[in-house]
């Protein structure tokens, strides 16, 4: 498996330049994740798939949901492709590298899981700071024009949000000079569970059900379903942040209750 995957290196960095690599094909690795991992939900709410572990019962519209691809695929041009163009020489600076040897899977792993704990924490307070007023109001309330999410909202923002709440995920990078391939499996990863956040269900096989201290849909749904002033929940992936700094009471009494509710109907 790794002499597979050091030949396919080998191709790449032979038939491409680093820069290449690094800007065009980070973007077209990005897009093909998100738009592949994103779409499935909202198809399944425009057809009224797997309607039992839709977490909020009422959906978007058709029109609803084709604005917010339009806009990604506007967003994600005009301004996620010429940030990863004009950051190309700080990762660089940083240390990022493409040549072989790759990297140990000990090394992946561990810069990852750096990556996942330090974007959070960065996350938590950037995102915390975008609910304020004045914030809220001018930027984040983009994002919160779909009270009602699916997996391609995760994205849905206002540029300078996109920049903002940007940062919390290159900075683990940037403070490491990781090797080019650590740099997309972290996205990826971190792709997948932004979409999986935002999908609008929780299934029987969604992560928060195995991964201690996880979020996921249910915990993030939460978060856009409530006024921006009481939401909580302001975590990217994890949920000891919202615990440590009680935000996350409304959503924990939420439960309690509805906990409740379940067994007062059982004993019907």
Not at 96 to 110: D, G, I
Not at 195 to 213: Q, T
Request: hydrophobic residues 40%; aromatic residues 18%.
């Amino acid at each position: 498996m790794a002499s597979l995957v050091e030949s396919a290196w080998q191709y790449l960095i032979t038939h491409f330049t680093e820069f290449q690599l690094a800007t065009v094909g980070t973007f077209i690795l990005h897009e093909s994740v998100f738009f592949f991992s994103g779409l499935p939900s909202l198809y399944f709410e425009r057809f009224g798939l797997f309607s039992k572990y839709k977490i909020q019962k009422k959906s978007n519209t058709s029109s609803y949901q084709d604005r917010c691809v339009w806009r990604l695929i506007m967003y994600h041009l005009c301004v996620n492709l010429p940030v990863m163009i004009v950051s190309y020489p700080t990762f660089k600076f940083m240390g990022l590298r493409s040549s072989l040897p790759l990297p140990p899977l000990s090394v992946v792993v561990s810069q990852i899981l750096f990556y996942f704990i330090l974007e959070d924490f960065v996350f938590y307070w950037g995102h915390r700071a975008l609910h304020t007023k004045w914030l809220y109001k001018h930027v984040h309330s983009v994002h919160h024009e779909y009270a009602t999410p699916f997996g391609l909202t995760s994205e849905y923002a206002h540029p300078a949000e996109i920049l903002f709440l940007g940062f919390a995920t290159i900075v683990g990078p940037a403070l490491t000079g990781p090797h080019l391939l650590t740099l997309w499996l972290w996205m990826v990863l971190r792709v997948l569970e932004t979409v999986e956040c935002h999908s609008g269900y929780h299934f029987p096989w969604s992560p928060s059900n195995f991964l201690p201290l996880y979020g996921g849909s249910d915990f993030h749904d939460y978060h856009h379903r409530v006024l921006y002033t009481k939401s909580g929940n302001y975590s990217s992936t994890f949920t000891y942040m919202d615990w440590i700094f009680g935000t996350d009471k409304g959503y924990r009494k939420m439960k309690a209750l509805e906990e409740t509710g379940e067994e007062d109907a059982k004993k019907l």
